[in-house]
């Protein structure tokens, strides 16, 4: 295993399906769920926490680094970048990374929401959306807004976190 992966890296972990038969059984510390999806996951977390002293939550977030965040940093600059505040252009990458920090929290029972994602998400809205009218309107939230962004089928917690973060940022900055 060793040295067929000497990195151990989490590609490595990918490639090999369910991270080679020598970790088969090493789930148990990490994660009372197991499956193919999780498998992976806490596999990998289990490994970097023996030989690497790596926490179980640097563990998530190298894993969101790599599987979600990624993926959603591409996305955008693969839209155009006066497509970025039209809701339904980036609605269907959003929930993507919402779903998969969701995924793998749940796979390493992390709970979630939590500080690391809030982190990402406020990062994410002053990267993307900074100017975006969709979270500007939220200064003064209408009752209405509110209800079509609850209604609005995606997971509604970190938009809601961030948002909350963020119109505390604008207030102290006194906008
Ligand atoms: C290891 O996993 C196999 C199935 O994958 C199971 O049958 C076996 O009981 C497990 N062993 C231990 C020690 O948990
Ligand atoms: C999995 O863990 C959670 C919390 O750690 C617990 O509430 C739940 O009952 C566990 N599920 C199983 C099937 O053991
Ligand atoms: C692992 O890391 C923790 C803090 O991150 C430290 O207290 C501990 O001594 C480390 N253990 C080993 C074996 O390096
Ligand atoms: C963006 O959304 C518009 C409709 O709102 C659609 O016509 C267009 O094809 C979308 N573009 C991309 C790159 O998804
Ligand atoms: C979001 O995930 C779905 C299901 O995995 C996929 O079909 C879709 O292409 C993804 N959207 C984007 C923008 O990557």
């Known amino acids: 295993m060793k040295s067929m992966c000497p990195a151990l890296s989490l590609l490595c972990f990918l490639l090999l399906g369910t991270g080679g038969l020598a970790y088969r059984n090493s ?30 939550l640097q ?16 996305g955008m600059h693969s839209l155009d970048k006066g497509k970025w505040c039209t809701w339904t252009n980036v609605s269907s990458l959003y929930s993507n ?4 920090t969701e995924r793998k929290a749940d796979c390493l029972n992390i709970p979630w ?23 500007n309107v939220y200064r003064d939230p209408p009752e209405k807004i509110v209800l079509a962004l609850i209604l609005t089928p995606i ?21």
Not at 30 to 48: G, I, L, M, P, R
Not at 59 to 74: A, P, Q, R, S
Not at 116 to 125: D, K, R, S
């Open 113 to 135: 929401p939590n500080n690391l994602i809030e982190n990402h998400f406020v990062l994410l809205h002053s990267k993307y959306f900074n100017n975006c009218n969709f979270f």
């Open 59 to 74: 563990c998530y977030e190298t894993i969101i680094d790599l599987m979600c965040w990624k993926i959603f940093n591409n």
């Open 97 to 100: 990374f919402t779903q998969c």
């Open 27 to 56: 789930t148990g510390e990490e994660s009372n769920k197991s499956n193919d999806y999780c498998n992976v996951y806490s596999q990998y977390c289990y490994v970097q926490k023996h030989i690497y002293n790596v926490t179980h």
């Open 155 to 175: 997971s509604i917690i970190p938009l809601m976190v961030a948002l909350v973060v963020w119109k505390t940022k604008n207030c102290k900055t006194g906008s």
